[in-house]
């Protein structure tokens, strides 16, 4: 791995039984990359995900994320990460700052620094007024702020946003990934899968898996020149629906 890589990945796989879900896939992601990981459903994205936060074993191969070895380093994985789940990590009987304690906690802050990072976050989302209320009781695209934020709050080298912005209207899909782009300005690693591909068109790179293998890596101009099409929805439909 490279100082400027903040993911390598060689030739990782994960069988199930005869199932090959994810086959001899290698890529590497730099420092403050904006890295698209797309696929159809049943592709393996949410699968090589998991192996790469540390929560799923390889089958074979070898992944790094943040220095740690998937393998035989998991635990200091996660503790280097931020994770954003596809469906709402947070918890909905729980206020905003109730959760942001929680979740300081679990990443190991003191009570000072979560005070700190507290109203540090509720200052940058503008959050005054709602601090106080119940998770549960925001919008999704609040929601889904909230959750973004709270990944970032143990300052991590890299965070994993797996389709983080499903089911939010077009400004709200746009305002989070200003504050993508933000972080990655700060030189944090960004790593998302998205089934929105205009949101591939943000990316810095992009890759796509078809049946378990990644079958284009580039940035989404060369990807759009190497197919020539005019959209990366065009490419997709191209490599996973076979689509001329």
């Known amino acids: 791995m490279t100082k400027d890589n903040m993911i ?40 090589a995900m998991k192996m790469l936060i540390g929560i799923s074993e390889p089958s074979h191969g070898n992944a790094t994320v943040a220095g740690y070895n998937v393998l035989t380093q998991a635990e200091q994985v996660k503790k280097n990460i931020g994770y954003m789940s596809q469906r709402f990590s947070l ?11 929680f979740f300081g906690g679990i990443y190991g802050l003191s009570s000072a620094d979560i005070k700190e990072k507290s109203q540090a976050m509720i200052n940058e989302l503008g959050l005054h007024d709602m601090a106080d209320s119940l998770v549960g009781s925001l919008p999704l695209g609040w929601k889904q702020k909230v ?35 933000k972080q990655a300005n700060r030189g944090v690693t960004i790593f998302v899968t998205t089934h929105y591909m205009d949101e591939a068109e943000y990316c810095d790179r992009v890759s796509i898996m078809v049946a378990g293998k990644i079958e284009a890596l580039d940035t989404p101009k060369n990807l759009k020149h190497q197919f020539q099409v005019d959209s990366m929805n065009q490419v997709f439909l191209k490599l996973a629906r076979n689509i001329e």
């Open 147 to 181: 959750a973004f934020s709270v990944a970032l709050l143990h300052n991590p080298k890299i965070v994993f946003l797996d389709e983080p912005t499903g089911g939010v209207d077009p400004i709200t899909r746009r305002q989070f990934w200003e504050m993508i782009y």
């Open 91 to 101: 918890y909905n009987d729980l206020t905003i700052k109730e959760n942001i304690v």
């Open 8 to 47: 390598q990945v060689e030739n990782l796989t994960k069988m199930f039984g005869d199932f090959t879900a994810v086959n001899n896939i290698s890529f590497e992601v730099g420092k403050g990359e904006v890295f698209g990981f797309l696929g159809a459903n049943g592709a393996g994205k949410t699968t």
